[in-house]
DNA sequence: TGCAAATAACGGACGGTCCGAATTCCCGAG
DNA sequence: CTCGGGAATTCGGACCGTCCGTTATTTGCA
């Protein structure tokens, strides 16, 4: 007896191979109870599914034809607060997303949801009623509550470090490997006392993972003369200036581009004397060394998470959320020595 | 400007679409003059082939169907030393690759690399007369390097968290995370002297992922008693006796078992007076609280990437590599309170 | 010149998918 | 009871890249 094939057990269940197809693979497209017959049918004829001819199919089928696949939507969470920075971030992750999601034949519509933009009723029903079943989350201030939408019809990426409602797959930086990565580089380069400079609320949300690699660090880089962080809710000049008098570190790691400006009424020449490195280049101008946290990329993975999701029928939240993470790329700048011809070495 | 297909640039040169496909996949069935033209107009039109599409299309004209499925090779890099511990870890990897590779349609193949094992050569042409183009490297002890393989025939990802020769993306537990979330969830059952043990070489390869999540927690988390961690090359019985004299922590945690015996030694009850989490619960046999890395998850979803990657064609070192992760699960144990009643909740 | 053999290209069929069209079902209004 | 319209199901057509048998063209040689 030769292998049953769709189309005959079709036949013999007097259905169309369609809609076998559909209902192997649990395509919401066909009753349940037709469902229910076909699995038995199949399973008393021994006909299995192939899964992976069934990806290269769809695939096939998906990419030709039309231009596009489908409709990726991007959510951007708006509460009361609304910064310039937030807005930079945000249009540079959107630039990698719109950028690959092209590339894999999918558009992307921007929404804006909560306090000046709709309410997630609603949202829902615009997302039913235009069949849009891939999201990407941007980072929202705080820790957004999106459970009110009917996850089962999504599938979702969030573009931050974690979310709990619901909990999804995450992208984002990886600060931890960046400042080890950093440190490293620096250590190369001859800085023998970094010191690190952070608003708490800056790293609280990213479960201080700068501080966390800073500490364990100076722990174990050779020779290092431990400078202690200066954690503070609020950089000022004067605390910045006591703590640099203090302990004269002679590299500066922190997100604020002023302390440039204190370090040198200080009489430190940078990067003569002294260097400065800028923890996160969108709030800088050009004038320092920074770290670029590669947002674009971090949008390309974003839709490439979203989009594999959704080539493979899966919805809902997943059981086991993961985080999916990119380092971030040191950009050489004034303020900061030049690697020594032969020891000069690309940051993991 | 529709994607090119077989057919419409069989009509465009003139051919027929099976005379193309012949011609792509260079048979000699086609005359050799015709298949450089053919190649140079593909080329032209941007068409690419697919050799995953193929190998499918190929098996499934050939064997009518069912049993096809395409393969993806396990390596496992053996140096001149192997655990046991290694070897729990890695089998239950792969119970995890095994099974999410079956779901998607992919077999799975083990190699042996390395000492005692294959050469790279070898295992070069071995995987590329079985046409295998698909890799997913088990953990390594210290830092492999495999360039020497011709990386434009692959995609792959390293189950481990980094690997630079090649730098490949990378799938791994999340260390730093997972202890924030323990050290939350302990100070949420009313422990407030944490202590840590480590030996300085199993952090290392994590760039003291444990340490750094542990020293800035313990700064910020409130009512907190710092006790200093004891990192050594080698925990001893004696040391960590001393240390537990001198600081008395309410709650330890380590890799090793062993250390609830020294504890008890000196006086403390378990869970009465003390407690004692394992991060590692390969390490363990049932009788404390302990750290799940959920490892058949992370085998699944290094399966998840490479097939990905193979079904969108794309082979080679990636550009800029990524970490994914997966945070692991309190298990809980005779050697930890329970969580009281309404204020429990599962570890983020 | 005649004709078999070798060479080159073609057309049909295939399995599983997507998409739009067709059919059936349901339910309230007239 | 009939009709209309919209939702729920099912179906048919078109399609991908491959294999294999067939056709058309050239070559070899008596």
Redesign the pocket.
């Known amino acids: 007896m030769p292998t049953p094939?769709?189309?005959t057990l079709a036949k013999e269940l007097?259905?169309?191979?369609?809609?076998l197809?559909?209902a192997?693979?649990g395509s919401p497209?066909?009753?349940a109870e037709?469902v229910e017959r076909v699995r038995a049918a199949a399973k008393a004829a021994g006909y299995e599914?192939?899964p992976l001819?069934?990806a290269v199919?769809?695939q096939?089928?998906?990419s030709?034809?039309?231009q596009f696949?489908g409709v990726l939507a991007v959510l951007e969470i708006v509460g009361d607060s609304h910064t310039a920075l937030a807005a930079r971030y945000n249009d540079s992750l959107m630039a990698g997303i719109s950028s690959r999601a092209n590339d894999l034949g999918f558009k992307v519509e921007r929404f804006v949801v909560g306090a000046q933009g709709l309410t997630l009723q609603r949202l829902d029903t615009i997302l039913h009623t235009r069949g849009i079943q891939g999201l990407i989350l941007l980072p929202a201030v705080g820790f957004p509550d999106l459970t009110e939408l009917s996850w089962s019809r999504y599938t979702a990426v969030y573009a931050d470090y974690f979310i709990d409602h619901p909990p999804l797959h995450c992208v984002c930086s990886d600060h931890y490997r960046s400042m080890i990565a950093l440190l490293h580089e620096l250590h190369a380069r001859g800085y023998r006392r970094p010191g690190l400079i952070m608003e708490i609320s800056l790293d609280e949300r990213l479960q201080f993972r700068w501080e966390g690699a800073f500490l364990a660090q100076q722990k174990y880089l050779a020779d290092i003369t431990v400078v202690p962080a200066l954690q503070l809710r609020e950089i000022t000049r004067e605390a910045f200036q006591a703590w640099f008098r203090k302990y004269n570190p002679d590299v500066v790691l922190g997100h604020f581009p002023e302390a440039m400006d204190w370090m040198r009424a200080c009489g430190a020449k940078l990067p003569k004397t002294h260097a400065f490195v800028c923890l996160n280049s969108l709030r800088t101008s050009g004038d320092c060394a920074t770290l670029d946290f590669q947002t674009p990329l971090l949008g390309g993975r974003a839709c490439e998470l979203v989009i594999g999701q959704l080539l493979h029928n899966e919805f809902g939240v997943p059981s086991q959320p993961s985080l999916t993470t990119i380092p971030a790329r040191l950009i050489e700048g004034p303020t900061l020595r030049a690697a020594k011809a032969g020891a000069a070495k690309a940051a993991r």
């Open positions: 094939t769709l189309r007097g259905l169309s191979r369609t809609t197809s559909d192997l693979r497209r066909v009753k037709t599914r192939n001819t069934g199919m769809s096939l089928r998906r030709r034809g039309q696949r």
